[in-house]
């Protein structure tokens, strides 16, 4: 797969054939190193491998995701195994409404939690509680998780738990 978009005008902009030469091998590097990390094709391939899971042995599957990866790793999920519902929790404004069979895409707040980020954890939650023995649930995390999956402690309001995320932000911590 092809990830950068502007390959062709990138190589066709170079200024003699050596530049050009050097461009195409770092583009091609980079073509690689980005699509090593691909959360679709790396979850496909967990999944494949895990050959010693056997699906049918559980009643029911579900999916609870969050992260900024997770729709990719719940369209990888659905693809390879039969998931009866789930839930992923991604940016607000990340353009991911539909595209799932049976999971169901909710929004919320990132990098800092908002009520949306509470009520799609509060989603999320419902379908774990639901969940018994026989079930199997696959839970996806990927970066932005904090922030997406939020549900403050007992005592602790999601107020101060912003302003927490906000300093800690601040002072580089990502």
């Known amino acids: ?3 950068i978009r502007n390959y062709n005008d990138v190589l066709d902009n170079s200024a003699n054939p050596a530049i050009r030469k050097a461009r195409e091998v770092a583009m091609k ?5 980005i699509g090593a990390v691909d959360p679709f094709e790396l979850t496909k391939a967990f ?14 599957i579900r999916v609870i995701g969050f992260g900024k990866a997770s729709f990719d790793m719940a369209r990888a999920v659905e693809e390879i ?8 929790v991604v940016p607000e404004g990340a353009g991911r409404k539909s595209g799932l069979r049976k999971i169901r895409i909710l929004e ?3 990098p800092i939690p908002d009520d949306s980020s509470v ?3 509060s989603a999320a939650l419902k379908i774990a509680e639901r969940s018994g023995e026989k079930d199997f649930v696959v839970v996806l995390v990927s970066g932005g998780g904090s922030a997406l999956f939020a549900r403050p402690a007992e005592g602790i309001t999601l107020k101060e738990k912003q302003e927490v995320t906000q300093l800690l932000l601040k002072s580089g911590c990502t």
């Open 1 to 3: 797969m092809q990830w």
């Open 29 to 33: 590097l980079l073509n690689v190193g």
């Open 47 to 60: 999944f494949k491998k895990a050959s010693d899971l056997n699906f049918n042995n559980f009643s029911v």
């Open 81 to 88: 195994i039969d998931v009866e519902e789930g839930v992923i």
């Open 108 to 110: 919320g707040g990132h």
């Open 119 to 121: 009520a799609a954890s």
